[in-house]
């Protein structure tokens, strides 16, 4: 559906954008691979 995608990119632009941060980390199970997905296309 998209939903953690779109969740991760909101994330990330009110991170890098509102916030200035300049790297964010997370932490994912391996077995989860839905979040490991989206974390790949995320870079």
Excluded: C
Excluded at 8 to 32: G, P, W, Y
């Amino acid at each position: 559906m998209g939903y953690a995608t779109e969740a991760k990119i909101a994330i990330n632009n009110f991170a890098f954008n509102e916030l200035k941060l300049r790297k964010l980390t997370s932490f994912i199970f391996v077995e989860n691979k839905v979040s490991n997905v989206v974390q790949k296309k995320m870079g």
